[in-house]
């Protein structure tokens, strides 16, 4: 087990450094100046050649290159060019409130999701199964901006039980985790009815209800264990997508997440701290799937790794 | 870990619930006081660094905690701030004299003087100093504290408009002894220590910054609420949302559209501060790929055919009024030099006489840098239309892109006319001709229509190193109206900068370069 992971953290190496590298190149491929942008647009010349000059643009691009992988080797992801913080320290401060919003908004994806999967599965093609299909549905189409306005104007303008926008306030978290776990919701819901459908079809679930096994055993026991495999798939590729921060979600309810802090790091073409917010999106993308990868072996004991 | 952080941010998140706001304590004469103002911008201030200042949104935060030498007054004009009087200039407009105040002392209880304002001064001309900005006072030579009251200023060439530059945030004068503290650098100042009447309390990136009010603040006016936070809201329906549900007390630039729906709830109250923006379709001057536009007159021409009038009422929601110079009315220099009524026939007829019926021009224009960009450029496009000009587009894309388009020198224009909005740092006719002096054309500046005219030139020259104000006024008058028969724009209007604030709020004011100014406000 412990050799499985080491390997799978040594083969994700040049991973990463082909991530490090395509996105060094992919920043400086976006039009638009950065030092100008920098400098703004009643800048004179002088100022902006100086903060093209302080920022190491006036280097050629294969200086920049090996100075910023030398940087890398070192844990070291630079300077931001639009707070002069470094990498970093700005990354590490925002994480955490993009963390929060994740972890909470998984926890309600899983637990509704499943729950509702299974009940669907269970009470195929009645009115229930109907309603939570077309409640998945609603939940994949939805545009998180606009529900979010929704959200915002009946939970926070017309009865004021949440705040309407950021973080400091202890209630700011629940309506951008709802409005952020309602897609990952539909998504697990369907997956969990399909896989549940599949496996209350097999045999060994007609032999589990034979023998007398009341039914609550047979579905948590038997036949949610054997579908559970493609719904923590699911639910690991969202995870990660959720760390890369929810830009929208963040946008709209003013959450000083991740997302929000590589919006406007694009927006400004700061390439450091661009580079290395993709750059910890790629490993926790990583880390991710091989936490995934385990937990099969842990839902599946047939499934071992050496 | 990540556990231990959640508490933190609970705690946090506890902690600014207690501040909460407060009622506000009447007294017996002046403002009430007390409480939090919550003020939410749209965007993260990327410094509190007054020297690498860029933008109004950061400027006017920083404004609140670190003043200047001089400042302006809410209608634009310059007056003392830590001066305590305008200066003395030498004949050969050379040398400044300027008397400081006395008795000032930066929040952190050391003394404003003299060598306070050099070493404020010598700071930002320091190119050590992180995106250090001086701009146009890179003109200044040396600084000199001839004695603890006086500043002495002397400049390598004359230049005017020296005292309107100082009113900009990047001359802000800090504490020195700040410089070393609070994980400040004199490189690179991240806690602006000033003599504002507000003082930096802390900042989460991307969420607030909050500042509490400078007990011994030495002005005749002081601030009324113990604490003003500043929230960053990047979304402007989330800002409106914010002060509906009652999360913020002062919101800038909420969606212009909902403005009519604002003014009329009585909890709120809209100002709709002045701007010194204008925004115009710059064209293309030198065009060889439509070498048509190089004729002033089809340059008129499609200044009568665009209804500028319905655009500002109808696009603009009212928020903006149409420019009658090439110039908004706040600048010193500014001069009413006429307008192009909207009239297609005339259009139509001028167009035909110069040969450029049915002429195809490419257009471009931002979304999302101005209010209702893309909008207006879409307005102007079917105004045009209307009179037989085939435009394609408005081609669009974000700002930092569609600057890279459109900053490059003529060989490489990738528009014939595209929309932008300029807006100067502060409030001289100088700070707009840079968009009608040919010494500016990219890459040395962001003069993108490529427009000279030696006339306008040799006047804008003149009048910048002219020291009779009145013949300053007079060249740029007459250089405007230069412009406007050459029209190298098609000239739309000077937007309005909205402001909404709770009514629970008073003395919420404004500054006419797109600056808000809630240093004195009190709850009502």
């Given at each position: 087990m412990l050799t499985y992971v080491a390997r799978r953290v040594l083969v994700s190496i040049p991973t990463v450094f082909g991530v490090a590298t395509v996105i060094f190149l992919m920043v400086r491929l976006l039009p638009g100046d950065p030092a100008r942008v920098i400098a703004g647009v009643l800048a004179t010349p002088e100022d902006v050649d100086r903060i093209r000059h302080q920022f190491g643009l006036d280097q050629p691009l294969y200086v920049q290159y090996v100075t910023y992988l030398f940087h890398l080797l070192t844990g070291d992801l630079g300077t931001s060019t639009r707070t002069g913080q470094p990498v970093t320290q700005e990354i590490v401060s925002r994480l955490p409130y993009t963390m929060e919003l994740a972890v909470v908004s998984t926890v309600i994806a899983v637990v509704v999701g499943v729950t509702a999967g299974v009940i669907a599965a269970t009470r195929r093609g009645s009115a229930l199964d109907l309603a939570i299909s077309a409640l998945a549905v609603f939940g994949l189409s939805m545009p998180v901006y606009w529900l979010g306005l929704m959200l915002i104007i009946l939970l926070a303008i017309d009865i004021h039980a949440f705040p309407a926008a950021g973080a400091q306030n202890p209630l700011g978290f629940v309506l951008p985790s709802i409005t952020l776990a309602l897609f990952s919701l539909a998504l697990v819901a369907r997956q969990s009815r399909s896989a549940m459908l599949e496996v209350l079809n097999q045999d060994f679930v007609r032999t589990a209800r034979a023998k007398g096994a009341p039914l609550r055993t047979v579905l948590v026991k038997h036949a949610l264990r054997n579908a559970l495999l493609p719904v923590v798939t699911v639910i690991g590729l969202q995870f990660g997508a959720l760390i890369g921060g929810a830009v929208l979600t963040e946008t709209v309810f003013s959450w000083p997440g991740v997302g929000r802090l590589l919006v406007d790091s694009i927006f400004s073409r700061d390439y450091p701290v661009v580079q290395g917010v993709v750059l910890m999106l790629a490993v926790a993308f990583i880390l991710v799937n091989l936490l995934v990868d385990l937990l099969y072996a842990y839902v599946d004991p047939r499934i071992r790794y050496s | 870990m990540a556990i231990r952080k959640f508490a933190f941010l609970v705690v946090l998140g506890l902690m600014a619930t207690a501040c909460g706001n407060g009622s506000g304590n009447p007294t017996s004469s002046g403002p009430k006081h007390g409480g939090t103002l919550t003020v939410a911008i749209g965007i993260d201030p990327d410094t509190l660094d007054p020297a690498a200042q860029t933008t109004t949104t950061a400027s006017q935060v920083v404004d609140m905690m670190v003043e200047r030498l001089y400042t302006l007054d809410s209608n634009g004009a310059t007056q003392p701030q830590l001066a305590s009087a305008m200066p003395t200039t030498s004949s050969d407009g050379l040398t400044y004299t300027i008397p400081l105040r006395t008795g000032v002392k930066f929040s952190d209880g050391t003394p404003f003087n003299a060598a306070a304002a050099k070493a404020g001064l010598d700071r930002l001309l320091n190119p050590a100093t992180f995106k250090t900005q001086p701009g146009v006072l890179s003109v200044i030579d040396t600084v000199t504290a001839t004695d603890d009251k006086t500043l002495t200023v002397k400049l390598k060439s004359p230049f005017a408009p020296f005292v309107a530059a100082l009113t900009q945030t990047n001359a802000a004068i800090l504490s020195?002894?700040?410089?070393?503290?609070?994980?400040?650098t004199p490189a690179q100042v991240k806690v602006p220590v000033g003599t504002g009447p507000y003082v930096m309390k802390d900042r989460v990136n991307g969420d607030h910054i909050a500042m509490t009010a400078n007990k011994d603040y030495w002005g005749s006016q002081k601030p009324n609420y113990d604490t003003q936070v500043i929230k960053i809201v990047p979304d402007d329906p989330s800002r409106e949302a914010l002060i509906r549900s009652g999360g913020a007390d002062v919101i800038v630039s909420p969606p212009l559209s909902d403005l009519p729906s604002l003014s009329s709830d009585s909890s709120l109250k809209v100002l709709k501060a002045k701007s010194d923006r204008t925004l115009q379709i710059i064209i293309n001057t030198v065009d060889t790929n439509q070498p048509l536009l190089q004729k002033p007159e089809v340059r008129q021409a499609l200044n009568y055919a665009v209804n500028k009038d319905e655009i500002v009422k109808n696009v603009m929601f009212g928020n903006a009024t149409t420019l009658d110079a090439p110039m908004s009315k706040t600048l010193f220099g500014y001069c009413s030099v006429g307008t192009y009524a909207f009239d297609p026939s005339k259009a139509k007829q001028m167009l035909q006489a110069a040969g450029a019926s049915g002429m195809t021009v490419k257009l471009g224009s931002p979304t999302?840098?101005?209010?209702q960009d893309i909008k207006v450029a879409q307005a102007v496009a079917s105004y045009l239309h209307d009179v037989g000009v085939t435009v394609q587009g408005p081609e669009t894309s974000d700002w930092p892109t569609y600057l890279g388009h459109v900053n490059v020198p003529p060989a490489q224009a990738a528009f014939d006319m595209h929309f932008l909005g300029w807006a100067p740092a502060y409030l001289d006719a100088s700070q707009q001709f840079e968009q009608f002096?040919?010494?500016?054309?990219p890459p040395k500046g962001?003069?993108?229509?490529?427009y000279a005219n030696p006339t306008v030139t040799d006047l804008v020259t003149k009048a910048a190193a002219e020291v009779d104000q009145q013949k300053r006024k007079d060249e740029y008058c007459q250089a405007s109206k230069q412009v406007w028969n050459d029209a190298p724009w098609i000239f739309l209007y000077n937007q309005s900068f909205p402001i909404v604030y709770s009514a629970?709020?008073?003395?919420v004011g404004a500054f006419p370069n797109e600056k808000f100014d809630t240093r004195f406000a009190s709850p009502a």
């Open positions: - | 020195p002894a700040s410089l070393t503290v609070n994980g400040n999302g840098r101005y209010p002096r040919p010494d500016r054309i962001l003069e993108t229509s490529y629970k709020v008073t003395s």
